[in-house]
T-cell receptor, first 116, second 114 residues
Framework: GAVVSQHPSRVICKSGTSVKIECRSLDFQATTMFWYRQFPKKSLMLMATSNEGSKATYEQGVEKDKFLINHASLTLSTLTVTSAHPEDSSFYIC????????????FGSGTQLSVL | GENVEQHPSTLSVQEGDSAVIKCTYSDSASNYFPWYKQELGKRPQLIIDIRSNVGEKKDQRIAVTLNKTAKHFSLHITETQPEDSAVYFCARSRYGGSQGNLIFGKGTKLSVKP
């Protein structure tokens, strides 16, 4: 199956700082990447859809100025949590799909963000 | 609505028994229905999927059935083993041919007791 790599796996930061999370498709070109947020024992909440070379599409209620998404190449998308606060602490997970994977969605390993 | 209703939220079975998880949806445009397994702290893994032109699909101990008319689909796990213990998520494609844009159910925590 397709491999999606996500880094870092865990980050602890101080309130007010920014954190960047990278998501890479290793063996395929991902025209579309998705960013999810997952709270403990909860489902995957789609935050935004990222298409290579264009602006991300954010879900209702997600602050685009707080969660900056860049999809600069067909293999890399980044999520930057700006001015992080304790309520931003969560498990963030990316995923990628492409016509080459026939619509199947493959997930990165996730990033556990803890804001102190 | 846009949501996928998934039941039950928790399921406990004895090793060797079968487990069934059901999801319902309302958007008739959905044409792709995957199931993901997520172990604690790990990424969701695709375990089986089905498209709307098929009523049933099986892969060893796992099967998925789809009733497009009634708008529900189910995951069936037979001869359960302790390593099947995990959270299972159903999902539906948000649009026809939406290339990965999925709406997820709230998950079912399956516990298989040895």
């Amino acid at each position: 199956g397709a491999v999606v790599s996500q880094h870092p796996s865990r980050v602890i930061c101080k309130s007010g700082t920014s954190v960047k999370i990278e998501c890479r498709s290793l063996d395929f070109q991902a025209t579309t990447m998705f960013w999810y947020r997952q709270f403990p024992k909860k489902s995957l909440m789609l935050m935004a859809t990222s298409n290579e070379g264009s602006k991300a599409t954010y879900e209702q209620g997600v602050e685009k100025d707080k969660f900056l998404i860049n999809h600069a190449s067909l293999t890399l998308s980044t999520l930057t949590v700006t001015s992080a606060h304790p309520e931003d602490s969560s498990f963030y997970i990316c995923s990628a799909a492409t016509s080459a994977t026939n619509e199947k969605l493959f997930f990165g390993s996730g990033t556990q963000l803890s804001v102190l | 609505g846009e949501n996928v209703e998934q039941h039950p939220s928790t399921l406990s079975v004895q090793e060797g028994d079968s487990a069934v998880i059901k999801c319902t949806y309302s958007d008739s445009a959905s044409n792709y229905f995957p199931w993901y397994k997520q172990e604690l702290g790990k990424r969701p893994q695709l375990i089986i999927d089905i498209r709307s032109n098929v009523g049933e699909k099986k892969d060893q101990r796992i099967a998925v059935t789809l009733n497009k008319t009634a708008k529900h689909f189910s995951l069936h796990i037979t001869e359960t083993q302790p390593e099947d213990s995990a959270v299972y998520f159903c999902a539906r494609s948000r649009y026809g041919g939406s290339q990965g844009n999925l709406i997820f159910g709230k998950g079912t925590k399956l516990s298989v007791k040895p």
